[in-house]
C-alpha cells in the first residue's frame, strides 16, 4: 500500500541581494571623463591645427603663385578673372591639404599628452593604493575604494608636468633633434604641462568651492538643466 504522504518539497534557493557596485567618488580633471576628455581635446586640437595649417599654407601658396607668374601677368578684364580664379584654386587646394596634415599631426601629439597623463593618473594612485614592485599585485586584487580615493589624490599638475616631460622626449626622438635642443624642447614641455596642470587644479579647485556635485561632467549638467527647462 503506498503511502499518500505529502513529500517535502526541497527548500528554496535563498536569492543573496545583489552586491552595491562601488562607483568612482574621485573628481575627474575638468570634470569629465577620460574619453570625453580626449575626444573634445583631439577635436579641438585638430581643428587649430587644420586652422592654422591651412592659413599659413594658403598664403604662402598665393605668394608662390605670384611669383611664379609675375612675368605673364593677364592685360585685360577676363584675364584678370582667370588669373585671380587660378590662384585661389591654388590656394585652397595647398591650404586644405596642409591643413589636414597638420590637424592630423596635433590631435595625434595632444592624443599622445593627454594619454599620458591619464596614465601617470592611474598608476601613482594604484601605487598609493598598495601597489608595489616587490609584490607585484595587480590592480584587481586592490581595494576600489582606496585605488578609488588614490587616483583622486593623483589628478594634480605634476602628472600633467610628467606628461609634457614625455611628449617633449618623444617629440625629441621622432624629428632627430640634437641634445641641447632635445634639452630645450623637454623643459618647455614640462613648463607647459606644468601650467596645463595648475589650471585644472585651480578649475577643480572653484568647482569644490562653489559647491558642484563630486564628479558629475558639465556635459550631464547641461542635459539636466535643460531637462529641468523643458519640464
Known amino acids: 500500500m503506498s503511502s499518500n504522504l505529502p513529500t517535502a518539497d526541497p527548500s528554496p534557493e535563498i536569492a543573496l541581494p545583489p552586491r552595491p557596485s562601488q562607483t568612482p567618488t574621485n573628481s575627474p580633471r575638468l570634470g569629465m571623463p577620460f574619453d570625453r576628455r580626449l575626444l573634445l581635446t583631439t577635436f579641438l586640437s585638430g581643428l587649430c591645427g587644420f586652422t592654422l595649417g591651412s592659413t599659413s599654407a594658403g598664403r604662402l601658396a598665393s605668394l608662390r603663385f605670384r611669383a611664379e607668374n ?9 584675364g584678370w578673372y582667370l588669373y585671380h580664379k587660378s590662384k585661389n584654386y591654388y590656394k585652397w587646394r595647398a591650404g586644405i591639404t596642409e591643413g589636414f596634415r597638420k590637424g592630423g599631426l596635433v590631435a595625434a601629439w595632444s592624443s599622445v599628452f593627454f594619454i599620458v597623463e591619464e596614465s601617470l593618473d592611474i598608476f601613482r594612485g594604484t601605487w598609493r593604493a598598495g601597489r608595489s614592485l616587490s609584490e607585484m599585485e595587480g590592480v584587481d586584487e586592490l581595494d576600489i575604494a582606496r585605488v578609488d580615493r588614490g587616483v583622486g589624490k593623483s589628478r594634480d599638475a605634476w602628472s600633467s608636468a610628467g606628461a609634457g616631460m614625455v611628449t617633449g622626449g618623444l617629440w625629441s626622438a621622432w624629428h632627430g633633434f640634437p641634445v641641447s635642443t632635445a634639452g630645450r624642447t623637454i623643459r618647455m614641455g ?16 572653484a568647482k569644490e568651492r562653489w559647491g558642484e556635485e563630486e564628479g558629475e561632467s558639465w556635459v550631464r549638467l547641461g542635459a539636466k538643466n535643460r531637462q529641468g527647462e523643458g519640464a
Open 70 to 78: 609675375a612675368h605673364r601677368l593677364p592685360i585685360s578684364q577676363p
Open 190 to 205: 614640462v613648463l607647459g604641462g606644468l601650467g596645463f596642470g595648475l589650471v585644472q587644479d585651480g578649475v577643480r579647485w
